[in-house]
């Protein structure tokens, strides 16, 4: 069949598609002194401090463009930065985008992509102000950088926790795994049957997976009930490695009780269905994007019965390591059996 | 042979990696608040503009590990984005480094990519204060931010420069696309015959090519003389490219005289062997990583006979366009036929 809307990489070469890119940014940042077009971006810090965090994603390792498709991509490698600078009490403002694709995409493949990224920018007022674009002699590698802003007294750290602080997710756990457990097994199915894949019922945790948002919502909510968390991360290895995180960067222990984990029915069901513990999936399963955080035990009332926020657990002495409560009231180590980028695949 | 120093990246895991490269950073820029251990870095802008730029070499695409040292390609894949920050006029504090890499690479061999990085972050006073390292499926991508600072007023746009404005240019050019020459000469002879490469007299066009430097000194000695560009650029694509890059942004055309071009003599000479234009190298070779830029006619006794600078041609009005003239006083279009990453390779 052929394709008329097909435009080769070659013919737009990298300046081509530079303008093409840059001709549909729209600056909203007042920050934003200097956008696509020159050396470097320029930034006005208006006298906040600035925060920078970087991910890359990497084509099979990170996505499989089999059931991924590149607008979802683009705004999920924006997103997954984002929800870094929240998870430091701060606002992103901008992002630089560096892209190494294949000579075998057509320039429509780079548009949708960027029509993803671009659609995450303008959800979360953030401006796109650079970036580089090469060819690959392979997969598809996507490296985004964000920048964020915020008064230095609001920053929060991992290593904030003090000891009885209560422990808190926002949303839901284990989403994103079982939404991707799906897409393989579809995947699978297909590659030996050639069956059209059957994602019936399963919407909420495809969209955990395919297209996961930043908890911008639950920062905002934060400063509305006037909770100040002593210390704050967001969970893209799985809960359990990055409550060990703030335990072990506040040289202290913690402390989670199975029985509180917010599972979802639909990830509860679909864990089932795989022969899966859900509390396991919710523990380890990674790329939830939600904010673990610690806040003092005088600010309880101020978040409880809040349907976006969950206590599961406290802040203990150091001695006391990393602890998991069974329903039973066993316990058990907490250990990090999550989502590491070195052993997942290749 | 057995290879008792090296260590499985698999055995390390991401987490251990990332310890292992933080223990070797130490931190030198006041601004540094809070490097390499949270969800992101912290700066301090200290009432500096920042500017922000990124760049990603990929592999089989900007670089061939089979020429290419591990340390010297870390010290390049920062240096050519502190080129960048230069090329504002603003001084680099910190950098991100995002890296995709094979399992087939032992814990070794990043090892050798970060000394590098931090040699280089060191001989610039810049800090290393976050990234993401992931495994990859096939090659190794290498993806740096650079972030610099510099008073609002200290900035210098690529779009700046004024008709009858000197064209000047630092160092000399095409020395590194003449060292990528004797790179790939050598490698072909190597692949066909075994012979051992024979590089005995290129030691500067190698060094050019295998470890560029930014330009640091020139923005020193800029602000010593008291000489404020009116736009700069530094020349990754080659000065052909950069030229009409400073000319187009300034909606105004450029002339540059090719008896002006600072060719080094063993540039000179290796282009001569490979029967290639010593001024077609010079020209749309790539990667010198020199700085082009424009300064007031006023200006040009603060900067003459300096051995760093040459002045190399001047801003003309728009409608005479981008002209080269050649040593016989003809007249050429100057075109920008460098260096496309999109057209090198792949």
Redesign the interface.
């Known amino acids: 069949m052929a394709d008329t809307s097909r435009t080769e ?2 013919h ?4 081509g ?1 530079i303008e093409r890119i840059a001709s549909r940014i729209q600056l909203g940042q007042a920050s934003t ?2 956008g696509i ?9 208006e ?10 994603l ?5 996505f499989d463009l089999s059931y991924m498709p590149l607008k979802h991509l683009g705004y999920k490698a924006i997103v997954v930065n984002l929800s ?2 929240y ?2 009490n ?1 606002r992103p403002r ?1 992002v ?5 694709i ?2 075998r995409f057509p320039v429509e493949a780079i548009d949708e992509l960027y029509e993803g990224m671009l659609l995450a920018c303008g959800a979360y007022g953030v401006d796109l ?11 598809l ?1 996507i ?1 985004v ?4 802003a915020a008064p ?1 007294e609001a ?1 929060v ?3 904030g926790a003090r000891e009885h602080d209560l422990l808190v997710v926002s949303g839901d756990l284990g989403g994103a795994y079982m939404g991707l457990q799906v897409l393989e097994r579809e995947k699978a199915v297909f590659n030996e049957t050639g069956a059209q894949p059957d994602l019936v019922g399963h919407d909420y945790i495809l969209e955990r997976q395919l297209k996961p948002e930043a908890r911008k919502d639950v920062i905002d909510l934060l400063k509305k009930l006037d909770v100040m968390p002593t210390a ?3 969970i893209s290895d799985g809960l359990a490695s990055e409550a060990i995180h703030i335990a072990r ?1 506040s040289a202290l222990g913690v402390r989670i009780h199975d029985e509180k984990l917010p599972i979802d029915p639909s990830t509860f069901q679909t864990a089932r269905d795989f022969n899966l513990d859900p509390s396991t999936c919710a523990l380890n399963g990674g790329e939830d994007y939600e904010l673990l955080f610690t806040i003092s035990q005088a600010d309880y009332d101020k978040i409880k019965g809040n349907p976006s926020l969950t206590v599961i657990g406290h802040i203990t002495d150091k001695a006391s390591g990393y602890a998991l409560v069974d329903r039973q009231g066993g316990q058990h180590e907490l250990r ?1 059996q999550g989502w ?7």
Chains 1, 2 share one sequence.
């Open positions: 990489l070659n737009l070469g990298e300046f598609l002194v200097k077009g020159d050396d470097a971006a320029v930034i006005d810090p006298g906040l401090h600035q925060v920078i965090t970087t991910d890359m990497v084509q099979g390792v990170h870094d600078v998870a430091m701060a901008q630089v985008v560096a892209l190494a294949s000579n102000v650079g970036g580089d674009t090469c060819s690959s002699i392979s997969g590698v490296s950088t964000a920048i964020g230095r920053l750290y991992r290593g704050m991360i967001d960067s990090a590491d980028a070195f052993l997942r695949k290749g």
